[in-house]
């Protein structure tokens, strides 16, 4: 072999090439035959799988669609109520991707379902239409029923109050009244029923509870007569809304039944296609792997041949190979290997000597030129060595910057825990009460605010629902509240939110709420604020109180001014005829008689004025102990029963008030004591100084500072709180017909308003009642004594008496003609002005009235100064000194007198008035 090797004129490199061609052919050879084989069986399984695999990824695509199709279904299903254009718009929506499917389906099963589904979801949106409809038509004969209503009972009320109605007649439209109110009342708790109900969830009792109800009002109706044609009319056209209602409604509920029958339908649909979906993939992923298991085998069994001549061919050419290495190679590869030897020891002055002429020469070159190489490469390695330590430097400065900024996000870090800490600082003394709830209504946190509000620790708050702690009416109110957050996004407010605190009380709140969200940005419960505001709405319903009563005593006070009128020409004509009747006359006693009644008449409008505060009367002065002091013995004397306990303060500041009217005032609180103590108990009166702050005084709308207080306490029955709210309204009172007027405690309330103080209650059922007077002290106790001179007149005069009332002129003038004045008369103020132009020479003395229509008294004394700045006037009116008398008396106006008023009072004023002059 060697020689043969030897005699081939060839160098290695030519050898190794016949070596390397003989094998390319040999292995060309065998890859020929293995493409030749499987090229068809790689192609058609390539084509196979590639299209199966295309179709499954298809069909999931096309399931996908079908899911987020179906979601938005059901969707449409839960809202679409009371949205037309939601309805339409996603109705569309839904149909288009529909058909998008049915385009993208290649079997026939998917493809009869899809077409199932699409009539059922046109079906299920069309039911939706119809539920829509007969919402808003229900809604809209729902409107006419309730003007029909208030249209019926508006006659009914015309015809009882028109005159000549029989008995029989308002028995009649009575019940019509009862019935009509009985009706709305139905309708709108059915409207409330409707509008809460949902067509996809709430049970259709509910909407037959509706019909029930719609079915008896109109049975009712229906079955009274009336006797009035008009009202008759409206009758019939209410029975006709009536019957357009219950048609309605029963439309309504043949669309829900319907809507909901389309839905079950849609669902069965939705079930068939992903049915179908599924059976179409299995299909198509078993025909893949039985494609793929027989070209497995096929490809496997070519693999085999191929082995077998792979190795025969390697075990062939591995034998030439190793002779031709052996027999050219191995001798001059000695001698390289012994020359790295000495390069690897370090000696890189070594040469390597082959003494050859073919590649060998090549690789002896090569080693040398490499050993040189290598040689100059250590030179740069050291070079590189220094580089390298300049480089570890810059990296040792890099790693201090680095652990400077690790230093600095350090910093950040506790930066935030502060700021955390900052936030759980503010919750936590938070005033108003912060809570999240989780979907479920469960309450998560609560700061501690709610022990001090509603009496419950954290611990007994947490983990339970927000429901728990509200009133079981209420509760419905509180899940639909939080239910809207948490669906629409949005932040919400309830006003006047009601929740129990512990003591089972109620506490009234400002509720706001959030939507919370977690760190996938989901709404995962509620977040919200409740801000305490009992405290608030019971200054308002004290506001609104004593709103109610100023307006009461304007009623009351108008009152009182005719009343006064009327009691004027009374008076004026018992005078008349007294002073013309011998006191040994019959009916002289009787006279004097009805002039007691009308001062007890003129006493109850004076009540009625303080109510109104209009009684400005003549205020002096005083210690309230004295006036205690004195009716305690009077009501002693009269109800000996009734034991007085009384305290006195030693130094009680002087009060600035009318002494009658505050006797008044006590004597009837005494009465209302005793008649609440059903015969015998006892009564504590006691007086104080007291200094009251803001927070007391603005229940009251009183002013701050020091107030004289007057409390008396009974052991009576008590008072309920709603009583307490209507006490000193006129004539409102809980005893029987005759047994009481109902003016004391408002004629009360008047007068100490009237004081520029206010009265206090404080009351429970079985445990007796105190009632606290404040009345605003002044500096000093020196009590005002009023004078009265008594001077004569001259009766030679002539006065202009001035007044609208046509009998209080004809009394008046009598009067003062009996008195011997020459009355002048004029029905108005302009009248005024023009008789005194005309006769002012003549004119001493002018009577005008305060009140009349058109120029009033203030007005016409103004134009009377005008004419003449010294004349004289005096002032008469049914209300007292109120605050438009007393601005006239302060103009220069002479005096002042109230009707009605006797001869000799205005005899006295008379004189008074024309002495001064």
């Known amino acids: 072999m060697k020689r043969f090797t030897s005699s081939i004129p060839l160098n290695i490199n030519q050898k190794f090439l016949v070596v390397n061609l003989m094998i390319f052919i040999v292995f060309g050879w065998i890859i020929w035959i293995i493409t030749v084989s499987h090229r068809d069986v790689e192609r058609l399984t390539a084509l196979i799988i590639a299209e199966k695999f295309e179709y499954v990824i298809k069909n999931a695509y096309s399931g996908k669609k079908f899911s987020e199709v179906m979601n938005r279904a059901t969707l449409l299903g839960a809202t679409f109520y009371g949205n037309d254009e939601f309805l339409e718009r996603e109705g569309n929506r839904l149909s288009r991707d529909i058909r998008a499917l049915l385009e993208q389906s290649r079997h026939s099963q998917p493809g009869v379902a899809l077409q199932h589904l699409q009539k059922t979801l046109a079906a299920l949106i069309d039911e939706c239409r119809k539920i829509n409809a007969a919402a808003d038509r229900i809604g809209t004969v729902s409107s006419r029923i309730l003007k029909g209503l208030q249209t019926t009972e508006m006659r009914g009320y015309e015809h009882i109050s028109a005159p000549g109605v029989s008995d029989g007649e308002i028995s ?186 073919d590649e060998w020469k090549n690789i002896e070159d090569a080693m040398n030129g490499m050993v040189a190489d290598l040689k100059a490469s250590y030179s740069e390695l050291n070079e590189k060595n220094r580089e390298l330590e300049t480089a570890r430097n810059d990296l040792e400065a890099y790693m201090n910057d680095l652990k400077a900024e690790i230093a600095e996000r350090k910093h950040v870090e506790v930066a935030l825990l502060e700021s955390n800490e900052k936030f759980k600082s503010l919750s936590e003394n938070a005033p108003d009460i912060i809570y999240t709830l989780n979907s479920d209504g469960a309450i998560t946190y609560v700061n501690p605010a709610c022990e001090r509000v509603l009496g419950y620790s954290r611990q007994e708050m947490i983990e339970r629902n927000f429901g728990n702690f509200a009133r079981p009416e209420d509760a419905e109110t509180y899940v639909s509240f939080f239910r809207r957050i948490s669906i629409g996004k949005t932040t919400l407010k309830l006003r006047d939110a009601v929740l129990l605190h512990k003591d089972r009380s109620r506490r009234i709140f400002d509720m706001s709420g959030a939507p919370n969200y977690n760190a996938m940005t989901q709404v995962s419960g509620v977040v919200g604020i409740l801000k305490d505001i009992t405290e608030q709405r019971k200054l308002e319903d004290h506001l609104q109180q004593a709103r109610k009563m100023e307006s009461i005593g304007t009623l009351a006070g108008g009152v009182a001014h005719d009343f006064n009128n009327l009691l004027m020409g009374i008076q004026g004509h018992v005078s008349l005829m007294t002073m013309n009747t011998e006191p040994a006359h019959p009916g002289f006693g009787h006279l004097k008689g009805i002039e007691a009644q009308i001062q007890r008449a003129a006493d109850l409008t004076q009540q009625l004025l303080g109510f109104a505060r209009k009684g400005k009367q003549k205020r002096t002065a005083v210690n309230l102990n004295d006036i205690v002091k004195k009716q305690n013995v009077i009501f002693r004397r009269t109800r000996k029963e009734i034991v007085i306990h009384e305290l006195y303060e030693p130094k009680l500041r002087p009060v600035r008030v009318n002494p009658g009217q505050l006797e008044q005032v006590l004597m009837n609180l005494y009465i209302n004591a005793w008649q609440a103590m059903s015969g015998s108990g006892s009564l504590s009166v006691q007086t104080r100084n007291v200094c009251l702050d803001t927070d007391f005084t603005k229940r009251f709308q009183g002013d701050t500072g020091d107030y004289v207080c007057v409390s008396v306490t009974d052991t009576g029955t008590g008072m309920d709180e709603a009583t307490q709210k209507r006490i000193f309204e006129p004539f409102f009172t809980t005893k029987s017909l005759g047994e009481g007027s109902g003016l004391g405690l408002s004629a009360a309330y008047g007068t100490i308003k009237n004081y520029g103080g206010f009265i206090e209650v404080i009351s429970e059922k079985g445990t007796g009642t105190t009632f606290n007077i404040f009345l605003p002290a002044l500096p000093r106790t020196r009590p005002e004594n009023g004078q009265q001179d008594q001077r004569s007149g001259n009766r030679d005069k002539t006065i202009l008496l001035v007044d609208d009332e046509e009998m209080i002129i004809e009394v008046a003038s009598d009067l003062l003609t009996a008195l011997g004045y020459k009355p002048l008369i004029a029905r108005s103020g302009e009248e005024a002005l023009a008789v005194y132009e005309a006769h002012q020479k003549q004119i001493d003395m002018v009577l005008l009235d305060m009140v009349m229509p058109g120029m009033d008294g203030e007005e016409t004394y103004t134009r009377l100064k005008a004419i003449n700045p010294g004349v004289r006037v005096l002032l008469s009116s049914g209300y007292d000194i109120d605050n438009q008398a007393a601005c006239v008396l302060e103009q220069g106006c002479d005096s002042f007198i109230q009707k009605p008023f006797n001869m000799a009072a205005l005899s006295q004023k008379l004189r008074d008035v024309l002495d001064e002059k």
């Open 172 to 357: 009649e439209f009575t019940r019509l009244n009862t019935l009509v109110h009985t009706c709305r009342d139905s309708l709108l708790a059915n409207n409330t029923r409707f509008i809460r109900f949902n067509p996809a969830h709430s049970p259709i009792g509910t909407l037959d509870t509706v019909i029930r109800t719609l079915d008896t009002s109109y049975s009712e109706l229906n079955a009274l007569s009336v006797s009035d044609p008009e009202t008759g009319d409206s009758q019939q056209q209410l029975l006709a809304e009536f019957r357009d209602a219950r048609a309605e409604y029963r439309k309504f509920r043949e669309a829900v039944v319907a809507f909901r029958a389309q839905a079950l339908a849609l669902k069965g649909a939705r079930q068939k296609t992903l049915e179908a979906l599924s059976r179409i993939e299995h299909q198509v992923l078993s025909a893949a792997i039985r494609v793929r298991s027989d070209s497995m085998d096929a490809m496997t069994a070519s693999l085999r041949y191929i082995y077998i001549l792979s190795v025969a061919a390697i075990v062939f050419f591995a034998g030439f190979t190793y002779l031709l290495l052996l027999l050219t190679i191995r001798r001059p590869m000695k001698r390289v290997l012994s020359g790295i030897e000495a390069i690897r020891s370090g000696n890189l002055d070594t040469r390597i000597r082959l003494h050859t002429r």
